[in-house]
């Protein structure tokens, strides 16, 4: 049998991929055409010219004091201007930069998730000159045509740090891998800085969003309303779309779409940094909160207990005993033993639960380590034992590991007692 | 008896015990043999040869030292060796040179499995740490933690992995893989004979992806294969790297005397010619073995007799070794329950195990004293692995063929000569099966676009990349064929068998505690999972209570029963069109594609010990519709003069005979190729048999029986000759024949057979 009518007999067998999309084969461009160039450039985008192959770029400029949101662009040079205030490390730390080191980065794609196969189809950034927003977007209009794409990319960037939404794992990991195979034709991948803000957004919000998707942050957080947006997910079809017929009209709404993307980041990075630096005077307590827990777990200390200090008064939440007993750790680690007891009786008195549990022991640690009151000491194990009985009952679920180290721990104190 | 015996006593009482001596057909002893050894040769690193010496090895095998030599020249080689003859040397000694002269070089070692990989690595990393060098290696497989990965794409030397991840996850990803492929010197592929049938032909695929993607960086390694002993390894090797290789098959190992007994159980139905059960027989054999503490392996042919054994087994000798003594072994079980068995028989904790060919592989489970195979195996080179699991390099062993009534087997046991003589089978496969192909075509065109008039295992991809665009899965552009879909393809695709899909078995007999106790591929789920059916795992019985055949999944409860349920499956064929044909006045032989449908009817419930049919039920299952590629022969002749009942009766018989012997001639499991008859084919209206690959497309075996039709129809007709019965019985022409000329009608037809065969052999 000839392979073409085999391949109908055994058609059930080959594994179909989705058919619903409406892609034809588009015909090898034998001199450089550029469909529908005149369309185009009335939208302001001009072609990039790299032999007989070429991409398509658009650039468009905002003022600073253009608003979006609860900021304006203009927020976002006071945030990198306080961060030059600051004496203390962050990760999201903009020290030592100028606004116009950061670039706000974002692609689209022709699929999910890694793989060789998964074509960037679109690379968009913003970055600040002058008194201006620049977004500049780089289109790819053949699948072929990558080289002028990635020449035209890493010829007209140059700043120090990305600034991403799951750029670390996703956009940048793809770009590395798209350019390795094209690396003999293009300029290397200079190496960046780099801001994730989906690890912020994480720390920040994780309890208080249903998720932290940027278009939800967008929403909730940064109060910007989209209107006409064209959902990430539908990206992959509208570009196979565009390269069979060539018409504008959808590409462009996923130009928009990654273009809203792109100056979302940059008026979210600019909100963190007014959470981190304590310039929001919107900030929830839980937010403050948080950015105390952040600063701990980076082990800046004094920053840490100024912020968790503050965000503890007055404020009555639910998280306010893991805050509480957070501040006591802080404490702890800067010797001010007896500012890290008054927490943990506070906690033992009014809270419950887990972090009770932490408290007793801590309480424990403390008589017995310090005060060298074995009896005291004992009673807070105790107390710690009956909250941990406590749980199991409510919860039904039992944790022999830490019930066992609470069981040793009476034992040994028990065995003190008696020995005195 | 009060004290435990050892394996010469025990051979002696096999010898001298008279209701067991009589049912012994054939004693061969091989005898030991002698190592050839040559000196560690001087180019060695002396780090190396340092580290040999400390592992007590002061010289080399010869066809180590001449794998050595190939190794290091860069020449492409497949050494055959058989069980504990050091064949991990034979690519261990040349990479390892290679990356201290050039620390640069990497290797990419292959197993069939992650149980093989894991034995290997600790192997290698042993050999590494006493020469003192700085090589890293690594198994990087779906268990490797995420936090080393990068570190072992980067830094790993030598990376160890099996053929599914290097498809799934490292070919899809090579850009991150840039410094391997660059500096790729060589590919090892472990235990070549594994790679044969639909799972081979699939590999041959992932290693054309494989030199494609080397190409792209520059580098152009060196394929090492080792292999069991089968007829072709240089030509496996061939088809499957697509280089041309040199073999070595000089073995210089020594081994260990070994007794080799055919044992046929005695005759307990004259008329009906039905012998004792093998299993039966197998029981009293190896419950003499483990009582005395020996340790043994049973090897039995389905998942089903395996736990059947097991049952018998652990029943017999309770109470005189623990019953977690002797455990079973097959697939369907979970991974971490065979590491578990595999350390148990290295340790000397497990006595006794049951087992399918699961156990064939290079996994490591020591040296085992006897070897008993409850019928024949299938192939020649498989019943020479399994007899290579007793008594590994020194000292004696026992091998024990104990037949059952399946003509095969009866074939065996009286032409003992068949298998100490002849050459063992030829391993097939077919890289280019249409669907096959295709899939890795994507796979390929996700990895790199294709470019106009670029070849792919040598074949003019042009149709293939056309269809794929009428698809939407590729678009062409510039000059090249580019991916442009959202999906990852490697995902949809399984090496291992046709279909990804398996039904998860579920025990719901504790609702508390509901589990997943093991899966199976959906064609065999039609004939084992059935509702009703009884399943059997670990030698406990479960009752399937619901095959949710939408979801894929069968819900079962522990149950004790007296007997086992076996399922028929009704079959029909369509022709729909000829490749190769050759004609004469009696007969046409044809080969082709075919259309065959499928249906689990119903099953019967057999009785444990007697075997009696003891019930039935329906089974109500989707028929399932298979497009492969077959082989048939029709006869010209109108058989007025017999009827059409005897005529139906006969070509059963001849089916019968036929299904039994295409193993022997085709590298495969008996399952692998079906056999049909047809009294009024639906494609000529002719008395027809069809002889079908199992696997979609198939991999060549139906092509191999087009060739080979004559000897094949020779042999039945000998196996039906040379039975014992009147009218035929189990052994010749199978129970479904009803007639008492079915027999003689079965000879008569196969005559013709045979003589247009023949006829067309002077033709061609």
Redesign the interface.
Known sequence: ???????K??E????????D??????P??KQLEIPNLEQWQMRGVQPYILGD?YCLVKERRYPLLEKRGMYSFQDYIRAIEAWQHTDFQHPLSAKGYKPTDLFFFDTET??????????IFLIGYAYVEGEEVVVRQHLLP????EIPLYDSFLRSVDYTTLVTYNGKAFDW?QV???H??IREHVPKLPAFGHFDLLHAARRLWKNELESVKLSIVEEEILGIERTDDVPGYLA??IY?DF??TKHLDGIVKVMEHNEDDILSLLILYTHISFQLLGLDQQQSKSEMLSVGHWYSSINETNKAIQILEDALENHDGKDKWKGMLELSYQYKKLKKIDQAFACWQQIIEKGMGKIKIEACIEAAKYFEHHEKNYLLALNSAKQAFTEFKKIEQMTGISIPKQEAEIKKRLLRLEKKVDDC | MLRKQSLTEIINWLKNTNDINLNIKHWETIPSKQASTVPIPERLHPNLKQALINRGITSLYSHQKTAFEFGIASQDFTAVTPTASGKTLCYNLPVLQSIIENPDARALYMFPTKALSNDQKSELNELIEEAEVNINSYTYDGDTPANIRQKIRKAGHIVITNPDMLHSGILPHHTKWVSLFENLKYVIIDELHIYRGVFGSHTANVLRRLKRICQFYGSDPVFICTSATIANPQQLAETLTGNKMRLIDKNGAPSGKKHFVFYNPPIVNKSLNVRKSASLEVRRLAGEFLKNKIQTIVFARSRVRVEIILTYLQELVKGKIGPKAIRGYRGGYLPTERREIEKGLREGEIYGVVSTNALELGVDIGQLQVCIMTGYPGTIASAWQQAGRAGRRHGEALIMYVASSSPLDQYVISHPEYFFKQSPEVARINPDNLIILVDHVKCAAYELPFEKGETFGGIDMEDILEYLIDQKVLVFSGKKYHWMNDSFPAHNISLRSASQENVVIIDQSDIANVKVIGEMDTFSALTLLHDEAIYLHQGTQFQVEKLDWEEKKAFVREVQVDYYTDANLAVQLKVLEVDKERNTRQATIQYGDVAVQAMATIFKKIKFETHENIGSGPIHLPEQILHTTATWISLQQEFAEIGEERLEDGLMGVTHAMKNIVPMFVMSDPSDVHVVPQVKSSHNNKPTIFLYDRYPGGVGLSDEIYEKIEQILTESKNIINNCHCEYGCPSCIGTDVTTKTGKKDALLLLDYFIHASKHTEMKA
């Open positions: 049998m000839k392979i073409k009518n085999k391949l007999v055994y059930s067998y080959l594994n179909n991929e989705s058919k999309l409406t892609v034809q084969v588009s090898p461009v192959e022709t699929g999910l998730g890694g793989g060789v196969g998964n074509t053949e699948p072929g045509f990991p590395k891998t798209r390795t195979l992959p079809i196979f390269i069979e």
